[in-house]
């Protein structure tokens, strides 16, 4: 067995449209982090609240996301209503990933090719008007004493399970 250089990666695509938004994230390294893993999975837009925009210019963003904010469209926004009627009337199927008392197990549900993903602030998790204006909310189980786990990996397993479900 040998281990694969970057060269000999095969670089893979799909045809699916996904979207990521960042909820007033508190860390520039989180931001890093989830630029790494969009850039990774062919996401091509990341939408970040403008109290965030100056985290992209800090050392520990450009650090931590490799440089693959390079890649990658970011557009800012304030206004959230806005963005979710923009997005909506886009037809995209927009999910808030946060446990809720009526959040659904992430694999099962039903992914469509033009999905937003949302995910929030580290403490407070996500603004309420995403929670009550997504098409769906979902949570990924988990199985030892914590509660929670870092945004960057839950938006990880969310990207995976949206495009596995899908390519």
Known sequence: MK????????KKQHHL???????????PANLGSIFRSAEAFGISKVFIHSDNELFLKQPRFIKTSRHSFKNI?????????????????????IVSLEKCDQSKRIQDLK??????????NERSGLDTFFLENS??????DMFGDN????????????????????V
């Open 17 to 27: 449209s996904i979207l990521i938004i960042c909820d007033n994230l508190q860390s």
């Open 111 to 120: 992914f469509k090719p033009k999905t937003t993903i949302i995910v929030g």
């Open 147 to 166: 509660s929670s786990m870092n945004v960057s990996q839950a938006l990880s397993i969310g990207l995976y399970e949206c495009i596995r479900q899908q």
């Open 73 to 93: 469209e970011v557009e800012t926004y304030r206004d959230i209503p806005s963005l979710v009627e923009y997005l909506k009337e886009d037809n995209y199927f």
């Open 3 to 10: 281990q694969l250089s970057h060269e000999e990666f095969d």
């Open 135 to 140: 098409n769906a909310t979902a949570h990924i």
